[in-house]
C-alpha cells in the first residue's frame, strides 16, 4: 500500500518527503513477476507498478494534459446512486487525477518507460522467465480517459496521440517485451467516455480508433503485439455494455496478433458462440479470460479447462492462451481483489490449462 500511497501523491502534486521511489518500484516489479512465475503463469507483466493507472500514466510521459476534470458516471451505473455509495465504501474511491488536453501532445520524458522496462527484464532474469508482456495505452484509450479540450476535433487529437505514442510501442517492441495495447474505448467507452454518441457514431469511432492504433504499430511485428478489448473492469450491472459481435469485424481488423477479450463474467461468457461464428483469420492468436478479475471467488481448474476448450474448438489448441478478463487492479489504490487470492485465482487458471493441454 505504501507504493499505492506515494503514487497518488505523486498524481496528484502533492509534496513527498519519502525520498527516491525507484528502488520500492523495482522491488514491486520484482515481487509480482516472482509471484506470477511461482503461480505458473508463462508470461507474466509488471504489474504496471510504477503507474498511478493504465490509463492516465502517460502524464508522466507526455506534455499536453492538465486540470481534472469530473468524471462521467457509467450509464449501467446511473440509475443507482446507493449502489455506487456502497461500492465506494467496499473499495474505495477511485482518487486519480482526471485531467484533460490542454495543448499540443508532445513527448515529454521517456525515462519512466525505459525504467519500466529495465525493471521488468531484471525482475525476468532473477524469476528465470524468458518471456513477459508489457502494458501500454491505446492512442483511443487516452482519448477517451483525457478529454479533448484543445483539438479542433477528436480526429486531430487522436491522431496527434498515436503519433507520440508510437515511440513509446517501438521501445517496448526493440526491448524484446510483447506489447499489449490496452484497448477499452472501442467496448467500454461506449457506455462511458463516449456514452453521448450514438451507436453507429461510436462504432465509426471505434474503426477510426483501430486504424490510429495500426498506424502507431507500422515498426511493431504482429506476432509481437497483443491488444485487450474490454467492458470495463468494475463490478455492476453491465446492461449497457455494447454486444461483442457489434464491435467484432473492427476487433479482427487491428493489427496485432493476439487478442485479449472478456470471456469470464457473467455478461459476456455467452459471447464465445460470437467468436465461433466469426471470419478470424489464420494469424490470429486468442487470449480469452478464463477467470473473472471483479470476483474474490476461486475458478475450479474444470471450470477453466472447460472455457479454454470452446475456443480451441474454434481455433485449435495453438492459437489460444488461457488469460485473465482484465488486471485485477486497473488504478493504485483502487480494487476488490484480495492479492493473495488473486494469486490463487491464477494457480487455478494455470491447472485449468495442464487439463486442457492433457486432454489434447
Excluded at 522491488?27 to 504496471?48: F, H, L, W
Aim: contains cysteine.
Amino acid at each position: 500500500m505504501e507504493l499505492a500511497e506515494i503514487l497518488l501523491r505523486k498524481d496528484k502534486g502533492e509534496p513527498d518527503d519519502s525520498g527516491d521511489d525507484s528502488s520500492l518500484v523495482a522491488d514491486a516489479v520484482s515481487s509480482v513477476v516472482q509471484q506470477q512465475a511461482d503461480a505458473g503463469i508463462d508470461i507474466p507483466s509488471d504489474g504496471e507498478q510504477s503507474k498511478v493507472g493504465y490509463a492516465t500514466y502517460m502524464m508522466d510521459r507526455l506534455h499536453g494534459f492538465g486540470g481534472d476534470v469530473e468524471r462521467q458516471v457509467a450509464l449501467d451505473l446511473v440509475d443507482y446512486p446507493e449502489f455506487r455509495k456502497s461500492i465506494a465504501r467496499m473499495i474505495g474511491s477511485q482518487q486519480f487525477r482526471r485531467a484533460s488536453c490542454i495543448g499540443p501532445v508532445s513527448v515529454k520524458d521517456w525515462t519512466p518507460l525505459q525504467e519500466d522496462i529495465a525493471n521488468l527484464k531484471n525482475a525476468m532474469k532473477a524469476a528465470d522467465i524468458d518471456e513477459a508482456f508489457m502494458n501500454s495505452a491505446s492512442p483511443g484509450l487516452v482519448t477517451a480517459f483525457q478529454p479533448n479540450q484543445y483539438y479542433d476535433s477528436h480526429e486531430q487529437y487522436l491522431w496527434a496521440v498515436a503519433n507520440v505514442m508510437r515511440e513509446e510501442y517501438e521501445q517496448i517492441h526493440a526491448s524484446g517485451l510483447i506489447l499489449q495495447l490496452d484497448c477499452p474505448d472501442l467496448a467500454m467507452a461506449r457506455h462511458t467516455g463516449f456514452q453521448d454518441l450514438t451507436e453507429s457514431e461510436f462504432l465509426e469511432r471505434a474503426e477510426l480508433h483501430v486504424e490510429a492504433m495500426n498506424h502507431a504499430l507500422a515498426n511493431v511485428a504482429a506476432d509481437r503485439c497483443r491488444f485487450h478489448v474490454c467492458w470495463g473492469n468494475y463490478e455492476g450491472p453491465h446492461d449497457f455494455d455494447i454486444p461483442a459481435s457489434k464491435i467484432m469485424p473492427i476487433i479482427l481488423n487491428a493489427k496485432p496478433a493476439g487478442i485479449l477479450f472478456e470471456a469470464a463474467n457473467a455478461r459476456h461468457e455467452h459471447e464465445w458462440q460470437v467468436w465461433a461464428d466469426a471470419n478470424i483469420p489464420d494469424d490470429k492468436i486468442l487470449i480469452p479470460g478464463t477467470i473473472d478479475t471483479r470476483s474474490n471467488i476461486v475458478e475450479h481448474p474444470e471450470l477453466v479447462a472447460q472455457r479454454i476448450e470452446r475456443y480451441t474448438a474454434i481455433v485449435g489448441h495453438d492459437r489460444v492462451i488461457a488469460g485473465t478478463d482484465c488486471g485485477f487492479g486497473t488504478f493504485a489504490g483502487y480494487g476488490r481483489i484480495d492479492e493473495k487470492i488473486a494469486y490463487k485465482k491464477l494457480q487455478s487458471l494455470v491447472q485449468g490449462a495442464a487439463i486442457t493441454s492433457h486432454r489434447a
